[in-house]
Nanobody, 125 residues
Framework: QVQLVESGGGLVQAGGSLRLSCTASGFTFSYYTMGWFRQAPGKEREFVVGIDRSGQTTRYADGVKGRFTISRDNAKKSVYLQMNSLKPEDTAVYYC??????????????????WGQGTQVTVSS
């Protein structure tokens, strides 16, 4: 079965950095776009960034451009999110997700069908 396991969250001061990792199993990882989403308390889950199956094409939400970098290693079936210059408003549970349909890309929540358990990122001011 499909499994996505995130790690790397934690507590960091504003301006600091964190690196999230997501390791996948149960599907052909290299066929699928992967995404990172986040959900803050009382808010809807929102798209942060996506990366296509080759790793060549990425798409970032406006609020994280220039600060966050997504990458993937198909041999390790893993996707990463390097987060720099973190702000208190980045505080959320971060989720790794697999796109629903192979060879496609999307930024909508509905376009993803499997999610990790989430990892908490807390940025203090």
């Amino acid at each position: 079965q499909v499994q996505l396991v995130e790690s790397g969250g934690g507590l960091v001061q504003a301006g600091g950095s964190l690196r999230l990792s997501c390791t996948a199993s149960g599907f052909t990882f290299s066929y699928y776009t992967m995404g990172w989403f986040r959900q803050a308390p009382g808010k809807e889950r929102e798209f942060v960034v996506g990366i296509d199956r080759s790793g060549q094409t990425t798409r970032y939400a406006d609020g994280v451009k220039g600060r966050f970098t997504i990458s993937r290693d198909n041999a390790k079936k893993s996707v990463y999110l390097q987060m720099n210059s973190l702000k208190p408003e980045d505080t959320a549970v971060y989720y790794c997700a697999k796109v629903r349909t192979m060879f496609t890309s999307t930024s909508t929540t509905e376009g993803y069908d499997y999610w990790g358990q989430g990892t908490q990122v807390t940025v203090s001011s």
